[in-house]
């Protein structure tokens, strides 16, 4: 189990496709168990090519990510070139 804290989303564009391909709608979801899980980001109009998602510190063993509107376009298929979790860092 690691403390999370941010999520970085590489679409599309970042893949050398079109801006229009870039994931439109989305969510990020957490569990510790791989049962019970809570939404932390929900994103509904996105149009870059890379997002980052800042959360506050969330205990988290699965993560999932949930692609809700996969373009700008009528385009079915979701292009995530990549999909980072990062680790909260104590300061202490």
């Known amino acids: 189990m690691k403390q999370v804290n941010q999520f970085v989303i590489k679409h599309a564009a970042e893949g050398g496709e079109t801006h229009s391909y ?8 957490v569990s510790t168990d791989g049962i019970n899980w809570t939404r932390v980001v929900n994103v509904t109009n996105n149009t870059s090519g890379i997002t980052v998602d800042k959360i506050t510190v969330v205990p988290a063993r699965y993560i999932k990510l949930v692609v809700t509107t996969p373009t700008q376009t009528q385009n079915a298929a979701a292009r995530i070139y990549d999909f980072e979790v990062y680790e909260a860092i104590s300061s202490t």
């Open 22 to 29: 870039n994931t439109k709608a989305y969510q990020i979801l």
